[in-house]
């Protein structure tokens, strides 16, 4: 597995998997109204320009 900045091309999947990371705390407290849970793609693409993202990868695909 290798740790390295992420690009704005991977933002969907680093967007989905923000998605599945959050629900669980979203179902524990009910509340799915969350900023991570609502956050939309072209919002996450607008971060790409002031954010540093990192992702963990294996085999060319997110993991992390």
């Given at each position: 597995m290798?740790?390295?900045?992420?690009?704005i091309l991977e933002a969907k999947e680093i967007l989905t998997l923000q998605k599945v990371a959050y629900r669980s705390g979203?179902?524990?407290?009910?509340?799915?109204?969350?900023?991570?849970?609502?956050?939309?793609?072209?919002?996450?693409?607008?971060?790409?320009?002031?954010?540093?993202?990192l992702k963990a990868a294996f085999s060319e695909r997110v993991k992390g």
């Open positions: 290798e740790v390295e900045r992420a690009t979203a179902e524990i407290y009910n509340d799915f109204h969350i900023p991570p849970l609502t956050q939309t793609l072209k919002s996450i693409g607008k971060d790409f320009g002031n954010r540093f993202f």
